[in-house]
């Protein structure tokens, strides 16, 4: 994000303030749209690290009741044997919220990966 904002052209902001706007119009209506693909591709990652966390879980938690889905998914793993019948099913289902976080937001995450590649 700071890449992104450091990146964002000084002219624009300039030319907004001669146009008389102030320091929450310019970053609320110019900057923030133009950050939308940052943003989006920002929730993906933060989300998918809060998604995935497995340390903090598995230390807080007590009952298998209280379990996220990473520790649950470790718990299904047996020292002897494993059903991956019942892991992969997990898998599948972990999987859901992300593919449909990225479903919502793939317009600006695509939009974001191909500003930069077409000069005009």
Avoid: C, H
């Avoid at 119009?25 to 923030?32: H, S």
């Avoid at 599948?92 to 005009?120: D, N, R, T, W």
Wanted: glycine content about 8%; hydrophobic content about 50%; cysteine-free.
């Amino acid at each position: 994000m700071r890449q992104a904002m450091s990146s964002f052209p000084a002219s624009i902001t300039e030319a907004a303030r001669i146009d008389g706007a102030g320091e929450l119009r310019i970053f609320g209506t110019i900057v923030l749209p133009a950050m939308k693909p940052t943003l989006a591709a920002l929730a993906i990652f933060m989300f998918l690290g809060r998604w995935n966390d497995f340390v903090y879980p598995l230390v807080i938690t007590r009952t298998p009741e209280q379990y996220t889905i990473p520790v649950a998914l470790a718990s299904l793993q047996g020292v002897g044997t494993t059903d991956y019948g019942q892991l992969l099913s997990g898998t599948a289902i972990a999987v859901l919220p992300v593919l449909v976080l990225f479903v919502f937001l793939q317009k600006q995450f695509v939009s974001g990966m191909v500003a930069g590649s077409v000069k005009e």
